[in-house]
Nanobody, 126 residues
Framework: VQLQASGGGLVQTGGSLRLSCTASGDTLGHYTVGWFRQAPGKEREGVSCINNNDATTWYLESVEGRFTISRDSAKNTVFLQMSSLKPEDAAVYYC????????????????????WGQGTLVTVSS
């Protein structure tokens, strides 16, 4: 499965962006999808994930209530709606899929994911 992450850009503090993760070569709905981010000099961290039956989502505590993950199966796309952005949200954001997800769970750990998109840069000005 090939993943294309898009939607990043420059936004002011308090602004919003919607990231998209579009798949080709397979049906994204079969898999758990995660969003991760990596800021300069920092480890890649899990931000949010949605499991393959859309019944379970997870959010990093610092983004809970501000970010929303969703799936549009018709578009073979998973979205990450980001609102009330803060300078500390600035990073390269990546989407990834877990092709063997556990039932009723999605993992926040990058080593559980098998395929990765190329990343999209989010810059938040203060």
């Amino acid at each position: 499965v090939q993943l294309q992450a898009s939607g990043g850009g420059l936004v002011q503090t308090g602004g919003s962006l919607r990231l998209s993760c579009t798949a080709s070569g397979d049906t994204l709905g079969h898999y758990t999808v995660g969003w991760f981010r990596q800021a300069p000099g920092k480890e890649r961290e899990g931000v949010s994930c949605i499991n393959n039956n859309d019944a379970t989502t997870w959010y990093l505590e610092s983004v809970e209530g501000r970010f929303t993950i969703s799936r549009d199966s018709a578009k073979n796309t998973v979205f990450l709606q980001m609102s009330s952005l803060k300078p500390e949200d600035a990073a390269v954001y990546y989407c990834a899929v877990d092709v063997a997800p556990a039932v009723g769970y999605c993992s926040p750990y990058k080593n559980m994911y098998d395929y990765w998109g190329q990343g999209t840069l989010v810059t938040v000005s203060s």
